[in-house]
């Protein structure tokens, strides 16, 4: 529910407003502009009666979201939300390249991947100290020594570092050391998780869409975290599970357009995870700037037929310098800021 106040309501008006609302167990928070005064009204909202809310001293308007997502919904926040990372912009018409190896290995294989990825353009690295993997005999990624690691390579080329958290018990830890907090797709719906980095940090948070999610279900993700007093989160598509077996999964091109039509959010794409295969990611990433995306998070490695883990998706750096020079051509055909 979005409320609007009278330009001329008081103070007392507002806090008459705000315990209304306490009592109904509902939190008020404050979406004005410098022209209009505007609530969003969070919480259970489907039981009151928006002509007895109007009734209220100073308000002009009531409007009802439908949406069952409200922090996240474009109809509580109509301006796209720009998040800030050490400086870099995610979101607002510019197109961000996040690149880096699937999990980080050892020092010398992270370092090099960031050199590389940086000169070729890319503004953040990625690298899994914690890997989810399918098996409990696959490599299970570096762990804290990894995350050591990845520090000693932003140290090195100063590029802001993203990793995925998989447990609440590492959230001091990324809090301090981490500029940006990647829930993985099988994630999406630990809602303790969400409710904990929602908490308890408020580094951006790369929030992948699960494998068999609906849009609404990983808005309703979002939504968790920011309830819980995280606003800076970021959506990645990284392909969803359908009957097509020759891709690794299915990209879904046009949940880059659903989410822009329903959420303020900025949304990436992860073109090596839809596609399981490093010969589709050069024009998936196309495909993603061409629709709108935000930017991409995208596998490089040094070695990818000796990589420990999704060596078959990753680009070799040289590929990667390619597909910046193309995509840096294309951005302006777009109206994209690179
Ligand atoms: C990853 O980014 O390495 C990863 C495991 O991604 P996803 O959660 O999309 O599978
Ligand atoms: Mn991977």
Known sequence: MIIRMNPK?????????????ENKGCKVKDISSDSVKLYGIIGDTSKLDPDQVESLSGVSEVTRIT???KLASLQVHPEPTVIDVNGVKIGGGTFTVIAGPCSVENHDQIVSVAKDVKEAGAKILRGGAFKPRTSPYSFQGLEAEGLDLLEEAREETKLPIITELMSEDMIERFERDVDIIQIGARNMQNFHLLKEVGK???KPILLKRGASATVEEWLMAAEYIMASGN???ILCERGIRTFEKYTRNTLDISAVLAVKQLSHLPVFIDPSHAAGRWDMVEDLSKAALAVGADGIIVEVHNDPA???CDGPQSLKPEKFKHLMEDLRKIAPIVGKKM
Request: cysteine-free; aromatic content about 16%.
């Open 67 to 69: 949406a069952p997502y």
């Open 306 to 308: 000796n990589a420990l």
């Open 9 to 21: 309501s008081s103070k007392d008006d507002f806090d008459n407003l705000k315990k209304y609302f």
């Open 231 to 233: 606003q800076n989160v």
């Open 200 to 202: 308890r940090t408020t």
